[in-house]
Structure formats: structure tokens, C-alpha cells
Nanobody
């Protein structure tokens, strides 16, 4: 059984919106920081947004600030990434992940990963 399961990806026109969801099977994940990463073909996996266990602290990459919103509902053990004003350069596979300790900003610190959700933005 996958411990993290993304959903909500798809094809959208530039300027449109999508919401990604990441459901966790482990209740203990509600105690840890969640991150959303993305990886475009031929590029490295980059952190897009992160949220602390209680939702108080958030981080956004400069490229998505003002357009994307990360949130979580610990009662549902689910994290979300609302993506608005999408651009063709947002096209990538999006991964949710959990980090129990270590740097929020370093992909190598993350302990659990989802299988990825394709987001394609057409111009």
C-alpha cells in the first residue's frame, strides 16, 4: 500500500487552475512537515511549497508565490496544493513528500514520497 497518494493532476490551459491532493495512509504523518516538489523532463526535482505540521509555517518557491497555496487537513491526513494562474512552465510531475526531521528545503531529507501526478499546462 502506498503511504502517500497524489490525485488531481491533469491537463489545463494556461491561466487555469488545478488542486492536487496528497492522502497519507499513516496517521503519524500529521506530525511532520509536508512538501510538494516538481520535476520537469531533463530537470532536477525542486521544492515548490512546504507546510509545517500545524500549518502555521509555509514556504513557497519564488516561481509560484502568489499563485500556489499549500494547505493541510490533519483530520483527513491530507495535504493540498491549489495552483492558480497556471503557466506552461509549471508543466511537470508533482510529488508530495513527508520529512520527519532535517532540512525542509533539501529533497534528500524527505523520508516518504508519493508516486507523482502529471500536470500539463497548454499555451
Amino acid at each position: 500500500q502506498e503511504q502517500l497518494q497524489e490525485s488531481g493532476g491533469g491537463l489545463v490551459q494556461a491561466g487555469g487552475s488545478l488542486r492536487l491532493s496528497c492522502a497519507a495512509s499513516e496517521r503519524t504523518f500529521s506530525r511532520y512537515t509536508r512538501g510538494w516538489f516538481r520535476q520537469a523532463p531533463g530537470k532536477k526535482r525542486d521544492l515548490v511549497a512546504a507546510i509545517s505540521w500545524n500549518g502555521v509555517s509555509t514556504y513557497y518557491a519564488d516561481s509560484v508565490k502568489g499563485r500556489f497555496t499549500i494547505s493541510r487537513d490533519n483530520s483527513k491526513n491530507t495535504a493540498y496544493l491549489q495552483m492558480n494562474s497556471l503557466k506552461p512552465e509549471d508543466t511537470a510531475v508533482y510529488y508530495c513528500a513527508v520529512v520527519r526531521g532535517g532540512s525542509t528545503f533539501y529533497s534528500g531529507s524527505y523520508d516518504y514520497w508519493g508516486q507523482g501526478a502529471q500536470v500539463t499546462v497548454s499555451s
